[in-house]
């Protein structure tokens, strides 16, 4: 029991670091989807100061290019972005079955050998595992806010989320 314990905190934890790492990359990709809206800005700002010296066919082209390699930017910064995301996903999933199989196997070995050491290890560690999962909830929850700032999402209330739940 004791085991299963640790490895559920264990799995909840590796959980709560899939999920900052999820924040960071929706945070990075918001960084560089702004990127591309500062670079149009500033594109057409320079065009503006220098039209009266440029063909009309020249700032068509300008256009277009500034079009085309925004367009290559933004996929880059969404491939990267979902490619991260999946990478995470991955990770998290072989972590969390590396888990349960490491809980399955102790619970065995002590079956087949007698040995309770590992329960007693186990015992042990809990309250420890079980305090720095509170820490990295902490961080996944302020991550997640700072993610939400940059992407220009409105916050959401604690009253809200908690009615949120009731109605769920």
């Known amino acids: 029991m004791t085991a299963k314990n640790l490895s559920t905190v264990t799995t909840e934890l590796i959980e709560s670091y899939g999920n900052t790492a999820k924040n960071v990359i929706k945070a990075w990709r918001a960084g560089g989807e702004r990127v591309v809206g500062y670079m149009d ?8 100061e220098s039209r009266d010296q440029l063909s009309q066919g020249t700032v068509a082209n300008a256009r277009n ?3 085309v390699f925004n367009g290559f930017y933004a996929k880059g910064v969404h491939a990267t972005a979902n490619g991260a995301e999946t990478v995470v996903d991955s990770v998290v999933k072989l972590a969390e079955k590396g888990v349960r199989r490491v809980a399955a196997n102790a619970g065995r070995f002590e079956e087949k050998t007698g040995y309770t050491a590992l329960s007693t290890v186990a015992s042990a560690v809990v309250p420890a595992a079980v305090a720095v999962s509170r820490i990295v909830l902490q961080v996944e929850v302020k991550s997640n806010g700072l993610a939400g ?3 220009g999402e409105k ?3 604690a009253f809200r989320k908690a009615r949120a739940r009731k109605a769920a």
């Open 41 to 48: 800005l500033r594109f057409e700002s320079a065009l503006k």
């Open 65 to 67: 290019a500034q079009k």
């Open 149 to 151: 700032k940059i992407a």
């Open 155 to 157: 916050p959401v209330s």
